[in-house]
């Protein structure tokens, strides 16, 4: 029931609205995050500042392999012996 909307929206015959995404700031050519509407994108620009969208990318996929790299770590580390039993 939901696939027809986001095709919708990508051909542009329903309005996509940006209210989640951050501000773009024209005079600094940087986002800038918001506060009422906190994901991890807006989080990260509210922590370290306005930043590029390329830096801002960089930014968010470092944490996610340091997420993977914890997870991993939790995995396979002795204690995972306690939960699994291969």
């Known amino acids: ?32 995050g918001k506060k009422e509407n906190l994901n991890l994108v807006n989080l990260t620009l509210l922590i370290t500042g306005p930043l590029s969208e390329r830096s801002l990318a960089i930014v968010l996929l470092v944490f996610q392999v340091f997420c993977c790299g914890v997870a991993f770590a939790i995995r396979y580390s002795d204690v995972a012996v306690m939960f699994y039993e291969d």
């Open 1 to 32: 029931p939901q696939t027809p909307n986001p095709k919708a929206q990508l051909l542009g015959f329903v309005f996509c609205p940006r209210h989640r995404l951050p501000r773009y700031n024209t005079v600094t050519k940087l986002l800038e």
